[in-house]
T-cell receptor, first 112, second 118 residues
Framework: DTEVTQTPKHLVMGMTNKKSLKCEQHMGHRAMYWYKQKAKKPPELMFVYSYEKLSINESVPSRFSPECPNSSLLNLHLHALQPEDSALYLC???????????FGPGTRLTVT | AQTVTQSQPEMSVQEAETVTLSCTYDTSESDYYLFWYKQPPSRQMILVIRQEAYKQQNATENRFSVNFQKAAKSFSLKISDSQLGDAAMYFCAYRSAWPPPRDDKIIFGKGTRLHILP
């Protein structure tokens, strides 16, 4: 089973709201990733967690705050977003560093 | 730094025909992986096929096969007997085999949009 799940599927939020995106995998993978994807573009890496520790932060604005509560869960907390943050947010996991990544279906975020 | 180039932004193929998507990459590493990912209009990114750089044999997965030319740094995807469900954006991707923790990244190409004509 190579399933990564993400909730919610769609999210509309105002610029003053606080919301969270959730990602879950039960494959025993030790690396988890957040990506942002704009239409017709490849995914852009935001954060990487390896063994539940943040290993990469690609200079993402502080209005995005990742959290890895345990090895199966990954959250992305959102606060005071801008309209340009509207995008598809993808979560991925891999067995470990250097292995292929498996992607979730994404959360379509619209900031109004 | 590694780069991945997909020179065909869009392609079309008749249903049941064969199509080849091109990808070139640049790296100074000798040990790495290459991938093709498919992203249909529903937007879920799906791993289609992977190739280990140390393997000379080209990977195949049912109707999907690659032509891996390590010296030329070329990694094309061939789709045989194209089906309507193959319509998607295809991303070529590179990954170091032993990345240091702060370099655990996939490098994606810009993608090729494949249209299947009925």
């Amino acid at each position: 089973d190579t399933e990564v799940t993400q909730t919610p599927k769609h999210l509309v939020m105002g610029m003053t709201n606080k919301k969270s995106l959730k990602c879950e995998q039960h494959m025993g993978h030790r690396a988890m990733y957040w990506y942002k994807q704009k239409a017709k573009k490849p995914p852009e890496l935001m954060f990487v967690y390896s063994y539940e520790k943040l290993s990469i932060n690609e200079s993402v604005p502080s209005r995005f705050s990742p959290e890895c509560p345990n090895s199966s869960l990954l959250n992305l907390h959102l606060h005071a977003l801008q309209p340009e943050d509207s995008a598809l947010y993808l979560c991925a996991s891999s067995q470990d560093s250097g292995f292929e990544q498996y992607f979730g279906p994404g959360t379509r975020l619209t900031v109004t | 730094a590694q780069t991945v180039t997909q020179s065909q932004p869009e392609m079309s193929v008749q249903e049941a025909e064969t199509v080849t998507l091109s990808c070139t990459y640049d790296t100074s590493e000798s040990d790495y992986y290459l991938f093709w990912y498919k992203q249909p209009p529903s937007r879920q990114m799906i791993l289609v096929i992977r190739q280990e750089a140390y393997k000379q044999q080209n990977a195949t997965e049912n109707r999907f096969s690659v032509n891996f030319q390590k010296a030329a740094k070329s990694f094309s995807l061939k789709i045989s007997d194209s089906q309507l469900g193959d319509a998607a954006m295809y991303f070529c991707a590179y990954r170091s085999a032993w990345p240091p923790p702060r370099d655990d990244k996939i490098i994606f190409g810009k993608g090729t949009r494949l249209h299947i004509l009925p």
